[in-house]
């Protein structure tokens, strides 16, 4: 099923940070933007509509809210400024061209992109539904999700502002996890860096592991074991989050012995890896070994296919912040209508 004969100059695949900056920078470069926003899955998922913020209560290090703002509350302000320059989005309402006022609810959903046909141009961007649309360039900004154990409180609370959470230089701050004791899930380079960094607010920090050796590089297994602050409970996995509103203990299993036992803490962070939402990409442009998309030159957002440009969680596994997803969201997009300009396409 063909949307019709137009040929898009740019859509954008993704709403986080570097979906909605990307549709930003490209409305206001007549370029009118159509936008694969995606549905909403409930967690843990592959992509949020929003992205990884809509999981996040308060955002304090996002420039511009020195009172901070919640992750859902900017990632609307996001949409309604793309909105403001007609940005169009795929909806099983057709293409809305008004989301002014997406506080209010929106009464149709947002659709998901299934794959993309990027052996010709214009590419054939597929909706859910089955929807061809034709593409002289196309912006991917997918993201990336944290990975969750998946445990039933785990989500509930990460959800409600309990506790739990899978970023702690998003949420670490917070003067709910000062001077407590906090816990960190995962023995990488992650769970090292966002231990280390809790040890600032924190009066403790049990990293918990599932083996007896870290996967982190030594270097950062030596700054976890040389921290006073830092605990390494080796041999652990989580098997429940107790607490009703907020989290007061994880119940941990020995994986040699099969024990269980509560671990008394007043914030828990998980740090077990991070997934790109690119799957719907395999075979079309060059993912590296952990499917992130492999960017074709460093600083710019080209990837393997020209006309294809990545931009945010879903290309870097680096930064993964909202402030750095935004910056290349902005950076595919004049990479686009440079891109464009060059073969004619104005
Ligand atoms: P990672 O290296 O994949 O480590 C994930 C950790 O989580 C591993 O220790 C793993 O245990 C554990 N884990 C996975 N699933 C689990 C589960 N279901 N339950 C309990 N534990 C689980 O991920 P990462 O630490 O996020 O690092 C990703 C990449 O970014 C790496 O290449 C890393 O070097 C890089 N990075 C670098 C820096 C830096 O250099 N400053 C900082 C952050 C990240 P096992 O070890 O048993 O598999």
């Known amino acids: 099923m ?15 940070p570097a979906g909605w900056t990307a549709a930003i920078y490209a409305a206001r470069a007549n370029l009118d933007p159509l ?57 099983d309402n057709g293409f809305t061209p008004d989301v002014s006022n997406p506080d209010d609810g929106h009464s149709y959903s947002y659709h998901d992109c299934k794959r993309i046909d990027m052996s010709k141009r214009p590419f054939v961007v597929v909706g859910e539904d089955d929807t061809e649309y034709h593409a002289h360039s196309v912006i991917i900004a997918t993201g990336a999700t944290a990975n969750w154990i998946g445990l039933e409180n785990e ?3 990460a959800r409600s502002g309990g506790g739990v959470s899978a970023c702690a230089v998003c949420d670490g701050a917070l003067p709910t996890f000062r001077d407590k004791v906090l816990a960190v899930v ?34 950062m297994a030596k700054r976890a074991m040389d921290n006073p602050k830092i605990e390494i409970l080796w ?24 024990d269980e036992s509560n671990l008394e803490v007043g ?40 006309g294809v440009f990545g931009a945010g969680d879903c290309v870097d596994s680096t930064y993964r912040q909202a402030i750095t997803a935004a910056g290349m969201g902005c950076k595919a997009a004049l990479d686009a209508e440079r891109w464009l300009a060059d073969q004619g396409i104005e």
């Open 155 to 157: 989500q509930r609370l």
């Open 2 to 16: 063909s949307q019709d004969n137009a040929i898009e100059k740019v859509i954008v695949v993704g709403s986080g």
């Open 35 to 91: 936008v694969f926003a995606g549905r909403p899955k409930t967690v843990p998922s592959t992509i949020l509509p929003g992205g990884q913020l809509m999981m996040t209560t308060e955002v304090e290090n996002y420039p511009g809210f020195p009172e901070g703002v919640t992750g859902p509350a900017l990632m609307s302000q996001f949409e309604r400024q793309a909105a403001r320059f007609k940005t169009r989005i795929v909806t």
């Open 186 to 219: 995962g023995g990488g380079d992650s769970a090292v860096e966002e231990a280390s960094y809790l040890t600032k607010f924190a009066s403790k920090v049990c990293m918990i592991h599932r083996r007896d050796e870290l996967r982190a590089s030594k270097i």
């Open 267 to 306: 914030g828990l962070f998980l740090a077990i890896g991070h997934t790109p939402a690119t799957g719907f990409l395999e075979g079309q442009l060059e993912l590296d070994e952990k499917k992130y998309i492999k960017l074709a030159e460093p600083y710019r957002s080209t990837t393997s296919v020209e």
């Open 235 to 258: 041999n652990k996995i989580p098997v429940d989050v107790l607490g009703d509103d907020m989290i007061s203990a994880v119940r941990l299993k020995d994986t040699k012995t099969g």
